[in-house]
């Protein structure tokens, strides 16, 4: 039976744990996943300390970790998740459901996490679902985004090189750019395998913020800090349109922290009907650092393949 308990200010917080990792959920707010970690260890995701134990208002608060959203990104994304939302166990899962009042004066989309940690080890399943409560019809793609600690770097995969012949005319993917996306920036490391973005206190480029989106059937996306490698996967569904141009990974980054964003397809949602992304996490410790391809190849890539989805 799980209870609530304090947590940076807030009253209702719950701790999933299996004796290796330790998940934290806020039910004040949100729901948002605000500590992903080893037991008695550090938390691999950001939290915004200026939010800590706030609820309530109509500003819109970022407040860290784990988070659902809704692309494109318009002012509906951003509509305030303030209110407490509704805790209930469903066999090994855990719901954490935005209650109607949080929805219905504003876009009226209630967002749901199911979660269950595994018995041991480091995975974790995060079911997110989007419900159009509108009389009207709506198309949205759901949108995951992991705020992760500052001073790592995060890793894309790029579609397989191949010479030009004649079975490869045609693009493997597509590389999504914002206006604010500078490649110049230090930041950035574009590889022959794999797209690199580090977060940096003091950024030297042109822009605070930068971001960046791919297509990647692999579906996977990871984040290096301090020795530990945080990987998640969501599945990627062939043929169907992605939001932002067609990307299914997207990075972002600024001055405290670092997103790993997942993206599911456009849908189009009638009344009463729900969105379902699914995203699978894993964490490893003694992670050996690098800077290029060789090191991910050597030390990351071995890891992600042990990142079978049960």
């Not at 580090?198 to 290096?224: L, V």
């Amino acid at each position: 039976m799980l209870k609530p308990f304090t947590y940076r200010g807030w009253t209702n917080a719950y701790k999933l744990s299996n004796g290796t990792i330790d998940l934290v959920v806020a039910a004040d707010v949100g729901p948002r996943i605000l500590f992903y970690g080893f037991c008695q260890g550090e938390n691999l995701l950001h939290e915004v300390n200026e939010h800590s134990g706030k609820t309530g208002g109509s500003e819109f608060r970022l407040y860290g970790g784990h988070r659902l959203w809704v692309s494109p990104e318009v002012d509906r994304t951003y509509y305030p998740d303030n209110v407490p939302v509704t805790v209930t166990e469903h066999g090994n899962a855990v719901r954490f459901t935005a209650q109607t009042d949080a929805f219905v004066l504003g876009t009226n989309l209630q967002k749901e996490f199911e979660i269950e940690l595994a018995e041991s080890g480091s995975y974790v399943r995060i079911t997110h679902r989007i419900r159009n409560h509108d009389v009207q019809p709506t198309t949205l793609a759901p949108w995951s985004p992991t705020m992760m600690r500052a001073g790592g770097v995060a890793i894309l995969p790029l579609s397989p090189r191949a010479a030009m012949d004649k079975d490869h005319y045609l693009p493997v993917g597509i590389l999504g750019m914002w206006s604010y996306t500078d490649f110049a920036d230090p930041r950035w490391t574009l590889g022959t395998d794999y797209i690199q973005l580090r977060q940096e206190k003091n950024p030297q480029g042109r822009f605070q913020e930068q971001m960046g989106g791919i297509y990647n059937s692999a579906g996977w996306g990871a984040y290096f800090s301090a020795g530990y490698l945080f990987v998640k996967r969501a599945t990627v569904v062939s043929c169907a349109q992605y939001p932002d141009f067609g990307c299914n990974l997207e990075l972002f980054t600024n001055r405290d922290f670092l997103e790993l964003e997942t993206l599911g397809p456009l849908v189009e949602l009638s009344s009463g009907e729900a969105a379902e992304h699914v995203e699978h996490w894993w964490l490893f410790a003694g992670v050996p650092g690098g800077k290029d391809d060789l090191w991910i190849n050597s030390a990351v890539m071995p890891l992600v393949r042990q990142t079978v989805t049960p």
